[in-house]
């Protein structure tokens, strides 16, 4: 299993920016592919970015275009730049881990990612 540990959270005004780290430890980092999710009060875990292993990445709507996710295999992190923070973007953000090795296909539902982070508090105001 892999270990992971998000940090970079914090609180922003609207319009500001924020780049959320994963580290991750106890597995081969190259192998996983990497997502972030997000919930907030009341709301389920949401989709917000995933990266496969061979670097292909995905995005969900509401943040297609502010956001964007990025690893670096040398130093097992993964990355999440968030531009142009909205109040709606308050949460705490969780990343998460699939082992995928050979699988290249894009994964967007919590149920698919197996490792979990503890999370990290994202407060945007307005």
């Known amino acids: 299993q892999v270990q992971l540990v998000e940090s970079g959270g914090g609180l922003v005004q609207a319009g500001g920016s924020l780049r959320l780290s994963c580290a991750a430890s106890g597995r081969t980092f190259s192998n996983y592919a990497m997502a972030w999710f997000r919930q907030a009060p009341g709301k389920e875990r949401e989709f917000v970015s995933t990266?496969?292993?061979?670097?292909?990445?995905r995005y969900a709507d509401s943040v297609k275009g502010r956001f964007t996710i990025s690893r670096e295999n040398a130093k097992n992190t993964a990355y999440l730049q968030m531009n142009t923070l909205k109040p709606e973007d308050t949460a705490v953000y969780y990343c998460a881990a699939r082992r995928t090795l050979g699988d290249f296909s894009v994964y967007v539902g919590p149920a698919d990612y197996t490792n979990w982070g503890q999370g990290t508090q994202v407060t945007v105001s307005s």
């Open positions: 990266i496969t292993i061979g670097g292909s990445t």
